[in-house]
């Protein structure tokens, strides 16, 4: 089956506690992305990759860092997590590019910071 | 910068009534545009995408349209069913950005 992957779907830690949210997907997709989605604000692109060791910024990349070295996999990594990142983060990926193509999301991570 | 903007937040209808959700995003220059679904506390699903050039797209029951120079996208669903409640998202590709709009929740009461 065609999916997005993400682990885990729900983690609780505690500040500064490095952490690794994990993103894999079995489609043969050049561009992924990660996104958080918090009430009032809607979903926020964290960072995108277009194929492997390609990666660049969105909308709200502070204290966050990708790594693309597979083209299956996009690892989110929070090396000191805060309070503010407490949020829901998805995964996504797209065939090609972003320009012409449908984006296929995980089924989220649930992340609480204490 | 791209904003986008969905109203209303919130629509509560009978089953069975035609509904149309609503779009609008401030930059005109897109490559497409594309409705979600989100069930709570669940992933998006796509429903339909429509390139820039198209003026709307179909699937079963639900119909988008794109009005690229006035900046709109309606998405209507037709004879609508208690489990077609979810939160309903329309993402604009711009630049190298999807940018989404805060989203519409809807309840069809039986």
């Known amino acids: 089956e065609a999916q997005v992957t993400q682990n885990p779907r729900y983690l609780i830690t505690v500040t500064g506690k490095k952490l690794t949210v994990t993103c894999s997907q079995n489609?043969?997709?050049?561009?992924m992305s990660w996104y958080r989605q918090d009430p009032g604000l809607g979903l926020r692109q964290i960072y995108y990759s277009m194929n492997v060791e390609v990666t660049d910024k969105g909308d709200v990349p502070e204290g966050y860092k990708v790594s693309r070295k597979e083209k299956r996999n996009f690892p989110l990594i929070l090396e000191s997590p805060s309070p503010n990142q407490t949020s829901l983060y998805f995964c996504?990926?797209?065939?090609?590019?972003?320009?012409?193509?449908?984006?296929?999301f995980g089924p989220g991570t649930r992340l609480t910071v204490l | 910068k791209q904003e986008v903007t969905q109203i209303p937040a919130a629509l509560s209808v009978p089953e069975g009534e035609n509904l149309v959700l609503n779009c609008s995003f401030t930059d005109s220059a897109i490559y497409n545009l594309q409705w979600f679904r989100q069930d709570p506390g669940k992933g998006l699903t796509s429903l339909l995408l429509i390139q820039s050039s198209q003026r709307e797209q179909t699937s079963g029951r639900l119909n988008a349209s794109l009005d690229k120079s006035s900046g709109r996208s309606t998405l209507y669903i037709a004879a609508s069913q208690p489990g077609d409640s979810a939160t309903y998202l329309c993402a604009v590709t711009s630049g190298s950005r999807l940018t989404f709009g805060e989203g519409t929740q809807l309840t069809v009461n039986p």
């Open positions: 996504a990926s797209s065939l090609g590019g972003l320009l012409y193509n449908e984006q296929f």
């Open positions: 489609m043969n997709h050049e561009y």
